[in-house]
Each structure stands twice: as structure tokens, then as C-alpha cells.
């Protein structure tokens, strides 16, 4: 799916652009840009906004107004409402930085750019081929699998309150 998000959910960007969703944000947007922009390229709007959601509401607009307070509650929310995976595929995933897809690179093609252990323990990697940056499923992915497994835990509470 294509998004554009307000200023105040850049965490919730990356988590979209990690799960394979295309995107676009920025603190700079005002108001009527991110209208403007979510029309042109027919993406839906995010926002915590309620005056902004009221006016794409009014011009007709695919908007979602974002109330969880956790990272975990809102991916539910917007995983419910358009029926997302919770589910990363490094294979579909954007830059969680830029939102440019990320490309499968050999390791050996990166060795500069890496940490001695990090090079010698982890064998795949993706590069950002907008950004530069290079990503693997080191220790952090605990917590990343850790917040989608919360995540996949509220919406079925939000299933099971319909």
C-alpha cells in the first residue's frame, strides 16, 4: 500500500516501510501539502491530526486517524483497517530512512561498511541503494519481532471488539 504520514508518526513510517509499504514522510509537509500529495499519488493519509483527518474526510479522501499511543497499538490499528501483515520480508522491506526498496547485497560487496563481528556473524544483508545504509537481522530483531508480535496481540483484541 502507499501512505503518506504527518509529522508526528515518523516511527510509525519506518515500521510501514519495514513491513514492504511505500511511505512518504516528512516533518516539512504543512497541511495542505500533505492533502495535495495524498490526492496526487492516491495514497491514504495517516495522521494524529483530528483537524487534518476532518478535511481529507471532507474532500472524500482515504484518510486514518491514528489514536494508539505505542508503536504496537498503531501498527495494529492500521493493520486492522487495511488489512496488512505484520510480517517483515526483508525481500519486499523499504529503507526505514528514505523509503527506497532494499536490495539483497553480498556481504564480501560490503565489508568495508561493516563492524569486524558483525561481518564475520551475520552472512545476509540489504543495502539502501538511495542512502547507503546497510541492514541484517542482528540482536536488535528481538525487539522488532517482540513489537510485532504485541502488535498482532492488540489487533485481535481490536478484531474481537467488532
Same mark, same amino acid.
Given at each position: 500500500m502507499k501512505f503518506i504520514a504527518d509529522g508526528m508518526l515518523g516511527k510509525l513510517s519506518r515500521w510501514l516501510r519495514m513491513l514492504g509499504h511505500d511511505v512518504i514522510y516528512s516533518v516539512a509537509f504543512d497541511a495542505s501539502e500533505l492533502l495535495e500529495l495524498a490526492k496526487k499519488e492516491e495514497r491514504v493519509l495517516l495522521t494524529k491530526n483530528l483537524e487534518l483527518y476532518k478535511r481529507a474526510i471532507g474532500k472524500g479522501m482515504d484518510t486514518y486517524y491514528v489514536e494508539g499511543k %505505542? @508503536?504496537? @497499538?498503531?501498527?495494529a490499528e492500521i493493520a486492522k483497517r487495511y488489512g496488512l501483515l505484520l510480517i517483515v520480508d526483508m525481500d519486499k522491506s523499504h529503507c526505514p530512512i528514505c523509503n527506497t526498496q532494499l536490495k539483497p547485497s553480498p556481504? !564480501?560487496?560490503l565489508q568495508a561498511?561493516? !563492524?569486524?563481528? %558483525?561481518? %564475520?556473524?551475520y552472512d545476509k544483508f540489504w543495502k539502501c541503494t538511495n542512502c547507503g545504509q546497510i541492514y541484517w537481522q542482528g540482536a536488535h530483531w528481538t525487539q522488532i519481532y517482540a513489537t510485532l508480535d504485541q502488535a498482532q496481540i492488540e489487533r485481535q483484541k481490536l478484531e474481537e471488539k467488532n
Open positions: %505505542t @508503536e504496537s @497499538e498503531r501498527l556481504k !564480501e560487496q561498511g561493516l !563492524e569486524k563481528n %558483525t561481518f %564475520t556473524y
